[in-house]
């Protein structure tokens, strides 16, 4: 991260910071080539991964894996990728998962920082939907992310900063399924997050009798 001090007392420029909310259920390439991107285009320092406590979005529609297990594999996903940091604000505090209060959060913890909250052109073209919407728009620059191909129009009563990054079909979904069904995982998922996954016997990957985890065979997250 760049020096933002010419003194001990005078502040050049302020920092950075982009929110990367979400279920992370499980966190995979799409996601971290999403972060990269989005860091290196709006020039930010740092890009937080933070991961959703209790997704509200997700109620009645399936099983989530638990907060923990979630953030764990979401450390492992970003280990020694520069200027991803893994944010447990929501999980700390608790209850249903809200963008407005994790930004009043950040705000004082990186007092002085541009806020920029990030969001796929799916979730942008229903984000009118969101609770406090308007107080997200005001605590932070809203940026979304645009895939070639496929761009979804937000709305329009908010001002959107567009980034465009490579068009991954990832979807967390169609991973669990492979995790149950035997297709390969390779290329979609990292081995640190595998690793983790095998290690607490998540999405059922302990009642696989056709797959052992590859990332143990292979070591992974040696060096």
Known sequence: MANRYANSYTLIVPMRVGLFG????????????????VRHVLKLDIVVLMVANDPWQKHGTREVA????????????????????????????????FTADTLEVMSRRYAGAELFTIVGDDAAAKFGSWQRASEIA???????????????????EFVWNRVEV????????????????????????????????????LYGVGKRGNRKHRAEENGAGKS
């Open 138 to 156: 005001k605590l932070s620059t809203l940026v979304v992310v645009d895939r070639p191909g496929s761009p979804l129009v937000p709305p329009s």
């Open 66 to 97: 638990s907060a923990v297990d979630r953030l764990a594999m979401v450390q492992a996903a970003i280990e020694g990728v520069d200027g991803l940091v893994a944010g447990d604000d929501e999980i700390s505090r608790g209850g249903p998962s």
């Open 166 to 201: 490579p068009r991954l079909e990832v979807s967390s979904t169609d991973l669990r399924e492979r995790f149950v069904d035997g297709r390969p995982l390779d290329y979609l998922v990292s081995n640190e997050v595998l690793k983790v996954i095998a290690d607490r016997n």
């Open 22 to 37: 979400g279920t992370f259920d499980p966190p995979h390439l799409g996601h971290l080539v999403t972060a990269v991107n």
